[in-house]
């Protein structure tokens, strides 16, 4: 992540907190700025959060594509009460609506 950071702690969908920065230029590293609102692939409409590392889930292995410590794209689906998720390759998985 990038100096300066603006971090904030959100649950995720698997109920973990992560701490994710907010800023602009974090997002915008990924074509994307806060606050966006986005669809996923499966047309869900959700909304960009920021960028944080993916999150190991306890008692599960890593997807072998990703790294772990891989910084990724988070958004909230707006289907979830406002949990997090982070999407891999949101430049072929999301796009703004």
């Known amino acids: 992540m990038t100096?300066?950071?603006t971090v904030?702690?959100?649950?995720?969908?698997?109920n973990q907190v992560v701490e994710?920065?907010?800023?602009?230029?974090a997002c915008q590293r990924f074509g994307?700025?806060?606050?966006?609102?986005?669809v996923d692939v499966y047309?869900?409409?959700?909304?960009?959060?920021?960028?944080?590392?993916?999150s190991p889930i306890p008692g599960e292995e890593d997807?072998?594509?990703i790294e772990p410590s891989s910084d990724m794209l988070w958004v909230s689906l707006d289907i979830n009460g406002g949990k997090v998720c982070?999407?891999?390759d949101p430049?072929?998985?999301l796009r703004a609506r």
Do not use: M
């Open 32 to 38: 994307f700025s806060p606050d966006q609102k986005v």
């Open 8 to 14: 904030r702690e959100f649950t995720a969908i698997n």
């Open 63 to 65: 997807p072998p594509c």
């Open 86 to 88: 982070s999407i891999p």
């Open 91 to 93: 430049e072929n998985n």
């Open 3 to 5: 100096k300066g950071l």
């Open 43 to 54: 047309g869900r409409p959700c909304t960009v959060v920021g960028v944080a590392p993916l």
């Open 20 to 25: 994710i920065d907010t800023s602009e230029e």
